[in-house]
T-cell receptor, first 111, second 116 residues
Framework: GESVGLHLPTLSVQEGDNSIINCAYS??????FIWYKQESGKGPQFIID?????DKRQGQRVTVLLNKTVKHLSLQIAATQPGDSAVYFC??????????FGAGTRLTVKP | NAGVMQNPRHLVRRRGQEARLRCSPM?????VYWYRQLPEEGLKFMVY????????ESGMPKERFSAEFPKEGPSILRIQQVVRGDSAAYFC??????????????FGPGTRLLVL
């Protein structure tokens, strides 16, 4: 899940396993969501997005699920690799213009 | 097709000096955003600019911080009289516009500011 505190939630998985990273967003009127990946010392990198009129969207090895009823977003990474180790955070757009970013979850992949 | 560019990547300043951070958006993008990130924390919005206009500066500290996006050249985030608490990573993002809705923001590599 997301945290605004000083210590990011962490998820540790074995190489080859599937990873699920969760995000609880705040605004029921948000209409667009993005997952970003941030590696150490680098800027956030766009992974996948989804609009509020969809429940699921798939990319290469990644799937985003949106549950508007409980305002929950998840990112699934299939066959997790060491290169997937990073901080993942979600962003929501509301009022057509404003974006809000979560603090993120740190994913560690063990070889 | 170059992405968002930021320079310098690392900047060291002594207390009281000025810091200037530059951001060149992706080609074709007319919107620029500045964010600040402390270690182990999320991105904190600072300011949103279009060419020659500040659209939203609700995240900017009231003093010492300013931003501009001139008609020609990069966007500049300026921090005057830096203090140790200004040490952070500063990220710039840009986005195109479709109608009145701003689309996905693409981030630069960031500038890591260290105030001694």
């Amino acid at each position: 899940g997301e945290s605004v505190g000083l210590h990011l939630p962490t998820l540790s998985v074995q190489e080859g396993d599937n990873s699920i990273i969760n995000c609880a967003y705040s605004n029921s009127a948000s209409d667009y969501f993005i997952w970003y990946k941030q590696e150490s010392g680098k800027g956030p990198q766009f992974i996948i997005d989804i609009r509020s009129n969809m429940d699921k969207r798939q990319g290469q090895r990644v799937t985003v699920l949106l549950n508007k009823t409980v305002k929950h977003l998840s990112l699934q990474i299939a066959a997790t690799q060491p290169g997937d180790s990073a901080v993942y955070f979600c962003a929501e757009r509301y009022n057509n213009n404003d974006m809000r970013f979560g603090a993120g979850t740190r994913l560690t992949v063990k070889p | 097709n170059a992405g968002v560019m930021q320079n310098p990547r690392h900047l060291v300043r002594r207390r009281g000096q000025e810091a200037r951070l530059r951001c060149s958006p992706m080609k074709g993008h007319s919107h620029v955003y500045w964010y600040r990130q402390l270690p182990e924390e999320g991105l904190k919005f600072m300011v949103y600019l279009q060419k020659e206009n500040i659209i939203d500066e609700s995240g900017m500290p009231k003093e010492r911080f300013s931003a501009e996006f001139p008609k020609e050249g990069p966007s500049i985030l300026r921090i005057q009289q830096v203090v140790r608490g200004d040490s952070a990573a500063y990220f710039c993002a840009s986005s195109p516009e479709q109608g009145v809705i701003r689309e996905t923001q693409y981030f630069g590599p960031g500038t890591r500011l260290l105030v001694l």
